[in-house]
Nanobody, 123 residues
Framework: QVQLVESGGELVQAGGSLRLSCAAS????????MAWFRQAPGKEREFVAA????????AYADSVKGRFTISRDNAKNMVYLQMNSLKPDDTAVYYC????????????????WGQGTQVTVSS
């Protein structure tokens, strides 16, 4: 079983930066693909970014490419999402997720989810 706990969400002004963290527990963490999704009120959950360690591979949604960076520290069982140049459209609950297998943009293939952390970007 894998447990995920997100942190780092808060209120920030447009143009600002935030770093989200996801603490993972579980024996096979290093072999899992990890991803961030987000969900705004009244909208479907959408893919943000994903990473797998071996071989190292990342994927980003077009809407965040060049502004967000996903990274992981297997020694600490942590996954991060560095978010720069934030926009009001980035406002959402951000979820960390994990799956056995490769990187995927589809939320329904992820096996484990955190409780989410709220990011609010004011204009």
């Amino acid at each position: 079983q894998v447990q995920l706990v997100e942190s780092g969400g808060e209120l920030v002004q447009a143009g600002g930066s935030l770093r989200l963290s996801c603490a993972a527990s579980g024996h096979f963490f290093s072999s899992y693909a990890m991803a961030w999704f987000r969900q705004a009120p009244g909208k479907e959950r959408e893919f943000v970014a994903a990473i797998i360690w071996t071989p190292t591979s990342t994927a980003y949604a077009d809407s965040v490419k060049g502004r967000f960076t996903i990274s992981r520290d297997n020694a600490k069982n942590m996954v991060y999402l560095q978010m720069n140049s934030l926009k009001p459209d980035d406002t959402a609950v951000y979820y960390c997720s994990a799956r056995r297998g490769g990187v995927s943009r589809a939320y329904d293939v992820y096996d484990y989810w955190g409780q989410g952390t709220q990011v609010t970007v004011s204009s």
